[in-house]
């Protein structure tokens, strides 16, 4: 079965998209700073897991840790490597660098130093580390296999979700091809799912540290799929979530209604099930998409 590692797994987005891919019975390794409620995150896992129709609970894998730390990143690649390889690698762990957020002027140089840390310092590490074992994938090893899973469903007339099926919809697009004169390829390595955010490219006061962040890992991200052909790098945008990480960004913020991680699962999903082009996306934009998904 296919396996993934996902930072910060026990709650928010990671533990939404980890129960998702548990529930597709994929074997996990996931982490988090707390033991008690990573290891709660774990036995639900483990459940979903076992509604895969597997005849056993998924095998997860959960390494309280943090990702700054360069041996907890060991740790985590080794336990992949023991339940046979890498396909997936989410760096979903992040920090604010204060909290509540605050203006660049009066900013905490040292919280901006661990926003730095954590959000681009360790995910390059995590990759660094990873990076034998996802070029090792054959989770979707080439076009030609998608084309015949996707003609499949072609056939079934609807995708996963039920809405028509393009059995071709990355073909223009497919930017990762081994050569100019190759036939369409979507790269013959597993897949990096960095979860940037809307900080990144927009200008919101109080957010300048956590934005700086993110948007120097969207340039890495970038860098890396132009480096890494043979690997799907996707950078995301989720959109707004009502997660504990907003809620410490923005405490005073009551506004009802915020989307909860789970809706934002689909998009990932999306990418991942149509083998998409490296690139820049954001989760609302690919989840609500029925034909090519477009980079950004």
Excluded: C
């Amino acid at each position: 079965m296919p396996v993934a590692i996902i930072t910060g797994a026990s709650k928010g987005l990671g533990r939404a998209l980890a129960a998702a891919l548990a529930g597709r019975g994929w074997d996990l390794v996931v982490d988090a700073r707390s033991a008690g409620p990573l290891e709660e995150a774990a036995r639900e896992l483990r459940a979903a897991g076992q509604g895969a129709g597997r005849g056993a609970a998924a095998r997860v894998v959960a390494l309280p840790g943090d990702v700054a730390d360069a041996g907890h990143r060991a740790a985590l690649v080794a336990a992949a490597g023991e339940l046979g390889g890498l396909d997936l690698l989410v760096n979903n762990a992040s920090v604010l660098g204060a909290e509540p957020l605050v203006r660049l002027a009066d900013h905490p140089l040292d919280g901006l130093r661990a926003a730095l840390e954590v959000n681009v310092v360790a995910p390059l590490g995590l990759i660094q580390e990873a990076l034998p074992l996802l070029l090792m994938s054959s989770y979707l090893p080439s076009y030609e296999e998608f084309a015949v899973r996707a003609e499949r469903a072609f056939r079934d007339g609807s995708d996963d979700n039920g809405k028509p099926y393009d059995s071709h919809p990355y073909t223009e697009n497919a930017r990762n091809a081994g050569s100019s004169d190759s036939s369409p390829y979507v790269g013959t390595g597993g897949a990096i799912l960095n979860i940037s955010s809307d900080a990144a490219v927009e200008a919101y006061p109080t957010w300048g540290g956590y934005g700086a962040a993110k948007a120097a890992l969207d340039q890495q991200s970038a860098v890396l799929a132009a480096e890494e052909p043979g690997l799907r790098v996707w950078w995301v945008d989720p959109g707004d979530m009502r997660t504990d990480l907003y809620a410490a960004a923005v405490p005073d913020d009551d506004t009802p209604g915020r989307p909860l991680p789970e809706t934002v699962v689909p998009g990932l999903l999306r990418l991942l099930d149509g083998a998409a082009p490296s690139g820049r996306y954001t989760a609302a934009s690919v989840a609500a998409t029925t034909g090519e998904v477009s980079v950004r």
